[in-house]
Nanobody
Framework: QVQLVESGGGLVQPGGSLRLSCAAS????????MGWYRQAPGKQRELVAA???????KYADSVKGRFTISKDNAKNTVYLQMNSLNPEDTAVYYC???????????????WGQGTQVTVSS
């Protein structure tokens, strides 16, 4: 099994910045991609940003130019640097990882428990 532990959420004023981290641990053989999704009250969960094993990235249009996703392969950790935050960014942010495990020998998605990001004055 794989565990994803997120950190870095909190309350920030409009225009401020936050950095989210997500560390994967467990019986990991390969990580194909890691990413961040978010879900605001009354809305569906949406992709925010993702990064694959070749460091290719994709972003939601709403965060392009403001958010940056990066990873540390040695630590199995993905980061989301969020700048110029606005109230519309308020949501629970979930880490996601597409992982092949050693035991059991399967490939599947894993999710973190979520971390709250609130942008308010």
């Amino acid at each position: 099994q794989v565990q994803l532990v997120e950190s870095g959420g909190g309350l920030v004023q409009p225009g401020g910045s936050l950095r989210l981290s997500c560390a994967a641990s467990g019986s990991i053989l390969s990580i194909y991609s890691m990413g961040w999704y978010r879900q605001a009250p009354g809305k569906q969960r949406e992709l925010v940003a993702a990064i694959n094993s070749e460091a290719g990235t994709k972003y939601a249009d709403s965060v392009k130019g403001r958010f940056t996703i990066s990873k540390d392969n040695a630590k199995n950790t993905v980061y989301l640097q969020m700048n110029s935050l606005n109230p519309e960014d308020t949501a629970v942010y979930y880490c996601n990882a597409d992982v092949r495990t050693l035991v059991p020998p399967v490939r599947r998605d894993y999710w973190g428990q979520g971390t709250q990001v609130t942008v308010s004055s």
